[in-house]
């Protein structure tokens, strides 16, 4: 039997952790096209984070994590004022706030870290992330932070299963889209927010969007969906936290987005509904049939 020492389970513990919570929000990230949403928002933060150790001089997780949610949603603010004042795309004005977020961000972490301040050193894992960073307390609000967000999926889950598949008919029965539009978006602040310590800004999104994706591919019922997505996040983000731990210089954001890369393609070739075996096969069957009752006909 393997034994896993105390920070072995931390780390483990907070990957699956982070893996679940963010692949069941992904579920409606994913089947509302909103991808992009979670780019902007964990680019968006890599400003916040550098603002918030300027003002603090300290690394603590809680400070560091405010700065980031403050400024992941500064940056959908931004977004959706600059669509509301123009007739630009909304992809274009997405791609336009992230790399404008995240090009501040590199110039203020360039900054700091120039600064003879001790207190910088490892500011920058937060681009990648770093998951042998991550301490008991900090495993606790980020079980708070989860609750939160399973709570909420809970307790809105008929309001935003119809968001997710008819927003127009959502309104027309007079339910408050742009609120729970809002709700939505302050949740994916929430998820991207608990994952930059151990992903890191720059790849927190794909465990958002791949677990969801994977899971599509396995079943088209909505409950099934989300459950699966949230057990396959666990699962990717303990492979990429192991990872990690199995070799000390590999940054925990990566390995957990190559295990989530490798879950999708295997999801896309064997997957049930989705998958390219499983569909050929039902492609195939259907001309036979269709042969047959031609020749019978």
């Known amino acids: 039997m393997i034994q896993l020492d105390h920070m072995a389970r931390v780390v483990l513990a907070g990957c699956a952790l982070i893996g679940l919570t963010g692949g069941a929000l992904g579920t409606f990230v994913v089947l509302r096209r909103q991808s992009l949403v979670g780019d902007v928002v964990s680019h968006a933060a890599l ?5 918030a150790f300027w003002l603090t001089g300290s690394r603590s997780t809680p400070a560091l994590a405010a700065g980031a949610a403050l400024a992941g949603l500064a940056g959908m603010l931004a977004a959706s004022w600059i669509l509301r004042r123009t ?4 992809d274009g004005v997405l791609g336009l706030v992230l790399s404008s977020f995240f090009g501040l961000g590199l110039m203020g972490l360039t900054w700091i870290q120039r600064q003879p ?4 050193a490892g500011l920058d894992r937060y681009l990648f992330g770093n998951a042998a960073t991550l301490l008991s307390q900090d495993l606790a609000w980020m079980a708070g932070a989860a609750l939160l967000v399973a709570g909420t999926l809970a307790l809105l889950w008929k309001e935003f299963s119809l968001l997710a598949f008819d927003a127009d008919f959502a309104a027309q029965l007079g339910w408050p889209v742009r609120g729970l539009d809002l709700i939505l978006t302050l949740l994916t602040v929430v998820v991207i927010v608990l994952g930059l310590q151990t992903v890191g800004v720059v790849l927190m999104s794909t465990l958002l969007i791949a677990p969801a994706v994977a899971a599509r591919q396995w079943t088209d019922r909505l409950g099934r969906m989300t459950l699966l997505a949230g057990g396959l996040g666990a699962l990717v983000g303990v492979l990429g936290g192991a990872g990690s731990l199995a070799f000390a210089r590999l940054p925990t954001g990566p390995a957990i987005v190559l295990a989530a890369s490798g879950l999708v393609l295997l999801s896309l070739g064997l997957g049930t509904r989705g998958g390219w075996m499983w569909s050929g096969l039902r492609r195939r069957r259907q001309r036979r049939e269709g ?3 031609v020749l019978h006909g």
């Open 87 to 90: 007739l630009l795309r909304e």
């Open 47 to 51: 400003p916040g984070i550098v603002l």
């Open 117 to 120: 301040d001790a207190a910088q």
């Open 291 to 293: 042969r047959e009752a």
